[in-house]
């Protein structure tokens, strides 16, 4: 067990990562779930609802990351520009790594090299081809 960890510490991260996005869901899908037991309580009771938590239930998206995008922006890309240049960074490290096998990853390097690498093209299409919605 200690040299499965030994050769993959690397993968805590990444699964720290959807742990804390996963409860952030549930704490959200929570929050709405209350409110919509306190609009229930309303209209048991007969009494109109607050105009403050009737809009807050109207605007209820999906929780992304819109600070990664710029959405204010005509040029229609630039928004992913630090997450395309932080992966291809990343994937020029491990590439590095994989190359002089400075910490021993080996090929392990390489293949997280690659992976980096199509997320580091990912967004880089994403920015390009970015639907502008106004």
């Excluded at 306190?38 to 999906?62: C, D, F, H, Q, R």
């Excluded at 928004?79 to 590095?96: D, E, H, M, R």
């Excluded at 021993?104 to 299409?125: K, N, P, Q, S």
């Amino acid at each position: 067990m200690a040299d499965l960890f030994e050769h993959y510490w690397w993968l805590l991260f990444p699964l720290g990562f959807f742990l804390i996005a996963g409860w952030n869901s549930f704490m959200s899908y929570q929050q709405t779930k209350a409110k919509i037991d306190l609009l229930k309580t309303y209209a048991a009771a007969g009494k109109e609802p607050p105009a403050s938590l009737v809009e807050s239930l109207e605007k209820i998206e999906i929780h992304v990351r819109n600070d990664w995008h710029d959405s204010d922006s005509d040029s229609g890309g630039g928004g992913n520009a630090f997450l395309v240049v932080l992966f291809v960074g990343l994937s020029a490290v491990f590439a590095y790594e994989g190359y002089s096998g400075l910490i021993g990853m080996g090929e392990v390097a390489y293949f997280v090299a690659m992976i980096m690498g199509v997320l580091a093209v990912a967004f880089l299409f994403g920015s390009l081809f970015k639907g502008g919605k106004k």
